[in-house]
């Protein structure tokens, strides 16, 4: 097992998370279909989750999550606001859902491809948040 690419997928798992989780703390407020925010609070929570077992793994390391910098917090924050400024409709909100859970399946299948010899519950991890994106794609298809 290489150990340094096992914590680095760790904590790219948890940076894919905290990601997803902030953009959905944006869209919650926007999104005027209750059905629609009671499936981005299901995702929230799904992502939590994911972030604490990363969390966890990587205590077991002895090493911590790297928090997203203030200034990525922000470009990202910016984007969805800017995104969402003129169309808050639920169509559109689903479509921004898509494209991120879309870059998260490929950031993170290209990420364990490239870091080979990861501990086996962390590639679990991986595929779990994988697993998870791809589910909030098919969630998010019935609003466009």
């Known amino acids: 097992m290489n150990v ?13 998370s905290k990601t997803a989780m902030d953009a959905i703390s944006i869209l919650i407020p926007k999104a005027r279909n209750n059905d629609l925010k009671r499936v981005l609070e299901y995702q929230l ?7 604490d077992e990363a969390t966890m793994q990587l205590q077991g390391f002895r090493e911590l999550p790297n928090d997203t910098d203030v200034f990525t917090k922000l470009g990202m924050w910016t984007a969805v606001k800017m ?5 808050s409709n639920s169509d559109h909100i689903a479509e921004i859902m898509i494209n991120g859970s879309t870059t ?15 501990d086996v519950y962390a590639v679990e991890l ?5 697993a998870a994106e791809d589910k909030n794609i098919q969630y998010m ?3 466009l």
């Open 104 to 118: 998260g399946i490929v950031d993170m299948t290209k990420y364990i491809h490239s870091h080979p010899g990861c």
């Open 4 to 16: 340094q690419y096992t914590v680095d997928l760790l904590k790219e798992i948890y940076q894919g």
């Open 141 to 143: 298809r019935e609003y």
């Open 126 to 130: 991986a595929n779990r948040l994988i």
């Open 45 to 51: 929570d799904e992502y939590h989750s994911i972030a």
């Open 83 to 87: 995104n969402t400024i003129t169309n």
